[in-house]
T-cell receptor
């Protein structure tokens, strides 16, 4: 079985400050890890993914994520948050030998105040 | 932005009506998915397909049905809509490795 936990329902930061959204996962094999962002009344937009290789993954809009196998974590980070980063963020995982289905976390609402 | 389309974007209907939510992608992806999502909440997989004439139920039980007659088209049907079906429905697709799922804009369904 595979699962994802996003321990924080909400994250609030001031514009210009670093932003971190936490994610931990559980899989039986090697993980494929993904981050998506959702704006109101929209579908999910792909931000970045980890498949293999460098533990630091860079994605869209200045976001990056660090894969930590020992802590089974894949936290999303942005060095300097913008008001426009306010949205709902989802972490997702699939087992590299699974049948292609993703398991999503419950989501974290990020609010960046001006 | 991915080339995956959903229509209608918004739908308000009365109880008992039959509806079909459309999902199409122009990327030639063989795998397609339907998710149900209440506003601001997590996604629940309700159907998926790994190719033409292949459909499976997802993790969340749903009264809806799907079909996959063409690679690019994966419609979802509710034979008799009820207020409990009120939700957002998201369609997604993936191609070859590493199987990044790309999402459509969603259909927000309200059943009165």
């Amino acid at each position: 079985a595979q699962s994802v936990a996003q321990p924080e329902d909400q994250v609030n930061v001031a514009e210009g400050n670093p932003l971190t959204v936490k994610c931990t996962y559980s899989v039986s094999g090697n993980p494929y890890l993904f981050w998506y962002v959702q704006y109101p009344n929209r579908g999910l937009q792909f931000l970045l993914k980890y498949i293999t290789g460098d533990n630091l993954v860079k994605g869209s809009y200045g976001f990056e994520a660090e894969f930590n196998k020992s802590q089974t974590s894949f936290h999303l980070k942005k060095p300097s948050a913008l008001v426009s980063d306010s949205a709902l963020y989802f972490c997702a995982v699939r087992d590299s030998i699974n049948d292609y289905k993703l398991s999503f976390g419950a989501g974290t609402t990020v609010t960046v105040r001006a | 932005e991915a080339d995956i389309y959903q229509t209608p974007r918004y739908l308000v209907i009365g109880t008992g009506k039959k509806i079909t939510l459309e999902c199409s992608q122009t990327m030639g992806h063989d795998k397609m998915y339907w998710y149900q999502q209440d506003p601001g909440m997590e996604l629940h997989l309700i159907h998926y397909s790994y190719g033409v004439n292949s459909t499976e139920k997802g993790d969340l039980s749903s009264e809806s049905t799907v079909s996959r007659i063409r690679t690019e088209h994966f419609p979802l049907t509710l034979e008799s809509a009820r207020p409990s079906h009120t939700s957002q429905y998201l369609c997604a697709s993936t191609g070859g490795p590493p199987d990044t799922q790309y999402f459509g804009p969603g259909t927000r369904l309200t059943v009165l």
